[in-house]
């Protein structure tokens, strides 16, 4: 039997607006699916993902699930 194992997980909460942030991390907020402050999502842990969230690291908290 082969056991599934479950991906890694990202918990991403935004922290601080990005009202006066840059457009593109304005945009990048978005695509990450953040819309309100202390709003939190969960996304796989992969490269795309850990990139996204290195250019608004300074607008969000991020937590290994």
């Known amino acids: 039997l082969r056991r599934r194992m479950k991906m ?3 918990k991403i ?3 601080k607006s990005p009202i006066g ?3 593109k991390h304005k ?3 978005e695509a990450l699916g953040l819309k309100k402050l ?3 999502v969960v996304k796989p842990d992969n490269e795309a993902v850990r990139g996204m ?3 608004v690291k300074h ?3 991020v ?3």
């Open 13 to 15: 909460t935004l922290v």
């Open 8 to 10: 890694a997980e990202l």
């Open 38 to 40: 202390h709003q939190t």
């Open 63 to 65: 937590e290994e699930v």
């Open 27 to 29: 945009a990048t907020v």
């Open 53 to 55: 969230i290195w250019h």
């Open 21 to 23: 942030a840059v457009p």
């Open 59 to 61: 607008l969000v908290k």
